[in-house]
């Protein structure tokens, strides 16, 4: 079995997993917040959370919101919400829909195992490919990488509905993308996307701004070197 197969087993492993422990039932006012906002997108086609299940004016929970212009808005950084929305526009139109604090609902386990599950499956999978890459054995990758699947705060953080899980997903997948660009045929739509995913990485976690430009920093250091290379004139001897 090749490294591409054992990857996506990985993946589907990592997956079926998260939806044994994913939480039913919104918890906090952090991904309250989130989910309101998902909520009133689909079914009022706004940002605006005033009329969500989950905005409960006396709820002490739900702290996660600006008051703007007379109305109530999350104060998360938005993309996040509006990038998730198609899973719940499908439970939306299949009748399923979210509930107040504590109350078991499983559009929330839903929207959370189809975002959060996948973003943390892919994370998993990703560092298999990044360590079989590198050249590390078969059964070291795989340790390490269960390591991070079950020994590490990763599970936790895909169970629930966050910023953190997918920003640490698509940006090591944008370091895989750009580290390994010379492996792909055409690298510069490797580069492309490893571009795309940091800045997707970025609007979810405005933080990790740092650690890409460090990357950025990276890659332009490589890119010149190389052409540089590609530029030095041949000496006589070299063209004799």
Known sequence: ????????????????FVALFTKSSVESGNDASRIATIESLVEKGTFIIDDSALNVSDHKKFNDKIFYKGHFYSSKPPVLSFISTPVYFVLYKLGIEFKDFDQPSLAYY???LFTMGIYYALLIAVLYL?????GVNEKNAILLTVALALGTLMPVFGLVFNNHMPSTSLLFASFYLMYFRNSFKRKYIALFFAGLLAGFAITFEPPIISIVSLMAVFLIAELKDALKLELTPFTKEEVE
């Open 130 to 134: 990044f360590l079989m890459k590198k």
């Open 1 to 16: 079995m090749n490294t591409t197969k054992r990857s996506l087993i990985i993946f589907i492993l990592s997956f079926l």
């Open 110 to 112: 839903l929207q959370t």
